[in-house]
């Protein structure tokens, strides 16, 4: 996609958050930096941010992509970004605990009309599609996906644990909590700044074992003393998201909202529960009013 260059069509991120603010960058420079440095080139005044989070990058055919710095986490179109991505008119991506982009291209000039010669060879008679053997073709390719397709539906298990927001993938996600723990623990050894953009939440108050918390201490530090420490978290993670869950399928989107209070109990963007969490949130947010 080649998009034009004066100012009023150049591409642009609208910014929501920190602290419900909005702002407006234009993307004019072939690399543009988005942190909370003061050299950065999109200055973001949150502490969840790396000096250098993130860069948007303009490449040779006029796109975009976004590229991760380091390990700072990226959620693109509500999945986690493991290196770069391209961004296409419309995508949202989230930096730390709630500062949001969402890449905005304005419409490009339509193309100028055909030559006359092109026009006067679209006059030519053409063949009917049923004798012309590309398309027959590739009627035979659609058919034989159609009847693949639904030999699939058929014989698969629709209620496989990975493949939807069901009770059985809610639980698996649960157990894992523990191991998210460790990651974060992990993670914290090798980079302070990375693990202060990818855990959120408070310590809590008289020792409350929240995931922010135990994913600070280094005890308890074997498998099974800290599945213990972690279960009042894993009890409450599954009734939130169970009871989100019910509401989801009732067709209530507003108490479906539950998904969030979710993945307030594991804010950890690095752990595949809490990303679960904001995938659903997502999938069952209301329409924005016009």
Do not use: W
Request: hydrophobic share 40%.
């Amino acid at each position: 996609m080649v998009f034009s260059f004066f100012r009023g069509n150049k591409p642009s991120l609208l910014q929501t958050g920190p602290g419900g603010q909005s702002r407006s960058h234009v993307l004019d420079r072939p690399e543009m930096s988005i942190g909370r440095a003061s050299n950065a080139d999109i200055v973001v005044d949150d502490p969840f941010l790396a000096p250098i989070h993130a860069r948007i990058e303009r490449q040779s055919d006029g796109g975009f992509i976004i590229r991760r710095m380091g390990l700072n986490p990226i959620m693109l179109r509500g999945e986690a970004l493991l290196q770069t991505a391209s961004l296409k008119a419309g995508d949202s991506f989230r930096l730390g605990k709630d500062v949001e982009f969402q890449f905005v291209v304005k419409a490009a000039a339509k193309e100028a009309p055909k030559k006359e010669a092109s026009k006067a060879s679209d006059d030519k008679p053409k063949k009917s599609l049923l004798k012309q053997p590309a398309f027959l073709a590739g009627m035979g390719v659609a058919y034989l996906a159609i009847v693949g397709i639904i030999g699939y539906v058929i014989l698969s298990d629709s209620g496989s644990a990975e493949s939807g927001p069901t009770a059985e993938r809610i639980n698996a996600e649960a157990g894992r909590i523990p191991t998210c723990i460790k990651n974060a623990r992990r993670m914290r050894q090798v980079s302070e700044q990375s693990f202060n953009g990818a855990v959120g939440g408070r310590v809590g108050r008289d020792g409350d074992a929240t995931y922010a918390a135990l994913s600070l201490a280094a005890e308890p530090s074997d498998d099974a003393a800290l599945a213990k420490a972690a279960e009042p978290i894993v009890e409450a993670y599954k009734r939130t998201a169970l009871a989100a869950l019910a509401s989801e399928n009732r067709g209530n989107n507003t108490l479906a909202q539950l998904y969030q209070q979710t993945y307030d109990l594991v804010p950890d963007i690095n752990c595949s529960a809490a990303r679960f969490a904001l995938q659903r949130r997502a999938a069952t947010k209301p329409p924005a009013r016009r």
